[in-house]
């Protein structure tokens, strides 16, 4: 039996009594206004990697939701 790894590679426990769910920030930021987006968009993201380093200090697992961009590949009444 392998020996317990703490880091998870991305896949959280199957059970948890908490997590941060982080919620669309996933962004290439690949269109014209990007710009000024980016003004709002960084400070968010050092807000974003404080938060994530408090949940992983705290034992809790952080999950991305993100709709691949719009492609989404499932359907929304099932995953709901």
């Given at each position: 039996m392998?020996?317990?790894n703490d880091d998870l590679h991305g896949?959280?426990?199957d059970k948890s009594k908490?997590?941060?769910?982080?919620i669309d920030v996933i962004n290439d930021l690949d269109?014209?206004?990007?710009?000024q987006l980016l003004r709002f968009a960084r400070p968010m993201a050092?807000?974003?990697l404080?938060?994530?380093?408090r949940a992983k200090?705290?034992?809790i697992p952080v999950?991305?939701?993100?709709?691949?961009?719009g492609r989404w590949q499932s359907d929304f009444r099932r995953q709901v």
């Amino acid at each position: 039996m392998p020996a317990k790894n703490d880091d998870l590679h991305g896949s959280a426990p199957d059970k948890s009594k908490f997590a941060l769910l982080v919620i669309d920030v996933i962004n290439d930021l690949d269109f014209p206004e990007a710009n000024q987006l980016l003004r709002f968009a960084r400070p968010m993201a050092r807000k974003l990697l404080r938060l994530k380093e408090r949940a992983k200090k705290a034992g809790i697992p952080v999950i991305y939701v993100n709709d691949n961009f719009g492609r989404w590949q499932s359907d929304f009444r099932r995953q709901v």
